[in-house]
Nanobody, 128 residues
């Protein structure tokens, strides 16, 4: 059974940082690219970043270099470093695995949540 488990969310003040972690199990990690989505109010799902097995990373232009994806495939772990957070970053963040992610962007969650495998999500709240 494919399982993705996110951790590391929480509440931070504007300008703060968080590191999200994702533990993958139940599938061949090497067979998938990994990515991070977030679900914001209005039920929009934004693909923030992806990383391939050989470490090639892509990012949403909207992040303006504030987030960084990394992985440790020996440990079946994927990470998302969130820096310089602002209240607009408040969302539920999801780890996802897919054979291939499309371009980064934002869609209704109902349009993307059925593709690949998703974790249960971790809440990030940014407020003063």
């Amino acid at each position: 059974e494919v399982q993705l488990m996110e951790s590391g969310g929480g509440s931070v003040q504007p300008g703060g940082s968080l590191r999200l972690s994702c533990t993958a199990s139940g599938f061949s990690f090497d067979a998938f690219d990994m990515g991070w989505y977030r679900r914001t109010s209005g039920d929009k799902c934004e693909l923030l970043a992806t990383i391939s097995g050989d470490g090639f990373a892509t990012y949403s232009d909207a992040l303006k270099g504030r987030f960084s994806i990394s992985q440790d495939r020996a440990k079946n772990m994927v990470y998302l470093q969130l820096n310089n957070l602002n209240p607009e970053d408040t969302a539920v963040y999801y780890c996802a695995a897919d054979a291939h992610f499309g371009a980064t962007g934002s869609w209704p969650c109902s349009a993307v949540s059925g593709f690949g495998h998703w974790g249960q999500g971790t809440q990030v709240t940014v407020s003063s």
